[in-house]
């Protein structure tokens, strides 16, 4: 069995669980109670395996499970709240875990940062189940929990089709927008151009304070001015500048640091070799990321980037120093 088969899903949705009870489970969780009524759900249940988060999630609109095969036997759709993909690949495989459990015309959804090679591994194992498994990343922060609970946060999926229309009811109990992508790991692939997209943007805004502050110029301020809107088309790159400024804040991240962001752009040029892409661009920035890792600043926040990148002295100036 094949991802693009037809397949006949359990339609409408009535039952859903989710696994992973952190920031993003479970504000999802309490979305679908508060939500779920439009969506026509009857139940929905909530597992994890730290006791404080599970007690903490339950209560009279969201019951708990007493493990991943009884909240998988009780959901017809699972949302995966995972921390990354290997996590979601070692309850898959377990025994008594998410496969082991898994029946014909069920869906599986999951939101953990994953690879796409991955992904497109467990939607072929949980095909053979007779199952869908779908990919919509999201990530994991208090800043993305607020946009969901807010109704802000938009998402990309992909994977089987039917499976995906089947879901959208539920989705739309926490999302603002739903992007179907295409086959398994495509959301995947989307996510990790967002972070081609985000790191590049921050590499330019700290040659850009680089570069003001070698005027004179205060270059948080020239960042604030520019996010106002001040320039051709500035003010759209940079609508989200003030996580340039604060590590709490960038990139969405509880605290995104410059090794962090090394490890991930190393991982989206890895995904561009696989097709034979080479990307100046990302190249150029990881190289500065190297360089500030280097300079024992890979525990700092990306803003720490305008400070590896220095003015170099005029070859007059060297000259007459020496002399």
């Not at 290997?86 to 959804?109: M, N, P, T």
């Not at 994953?114 to 072929?124: N, W, Y």
């Amino acid at each position: 069995m094949t991802e693009t088969e037809n397949k006949t899903w359990r339609f409408p949705v009535n039952k859903v669980g989710v696994l992973g009870l952190g920031p993003i489970g479970t504000t999802i969780a309490e979305l679908l109670a508060k939500m779920g009524q439009a969506a026509d759900l009857q139940k929905i249940v909530v597992f994890d395996p730290d006791e404080r988060l599970l007690s903490a999630c339950a209560n009279d609109e969201v019951h708990r499970s007493t493990s991943i095969a009884h909240l998988v036997d009780n959901s017809d759709l699972v949302l995966l709240c995972l921390s990354s993909g290997g996590d979601v690949a070692k309850i898959a495989r377990s025994h008594e875990g998410l496969l082991d459990c898994a029946r014909q015309g069920q869906i599986i959804i999951d939101h953990s940062w994953s690879q796409p090679d991955l992904t497109h591994q467990l939607c072929m194992a949980f095909a053979k189940r007779g199952a869908a498994f779908l990919d919509a990343p999201i990530s994991r922060s208090a800043r993305t929990a607020s946009a969901l609970e807010f109704g802000q946060q938009a998402l990309a999926i992909s994977g089987d089709m039917p499976a995906i229309e089947a879901a959208m009811p539920v989705l739309r109990c926490f999302t603002r927008v739903v992007t179907p992508m295409g086959s398994a790991g495509a959301a995947q692939v989307v996510r990790q151009m967002s972070d081609l997209v985000a790191f590049q943007t921050f590499t330019a805004l700290a040659e850009a304070m680089a570069a003001a502050k070698s005027f004179g110029i205060d270059g948080a301020l020239m960042i604030k001015v520019l996010a106002q809107g001040y320039g051709d088309g500035a003010g759209v790159a940079l609508q989200n500048y003030q996580g340039f400024l604060d590590a709490n804040q960038a990139l969405g991240q509880t605290k995104m640091t410059i090794g962090d962001a090394e490890q991930r752009l190393s991982d989206v040029i890895r995904l561009a070799e696989s097709k034979k892409l080479s990307l100046a661009g990302a190249s150029g920035t990881l190289a500065l990321l190297k360089k500030a890792s280097d300079r024992g600043l890979g525990g700092e926040s990306l803003g720490g980037l305008a400070t590896v990148i220095e003015p170099e002295r005029p070859a007059w100036r060297q000259k007459s120093n020496a002399s």
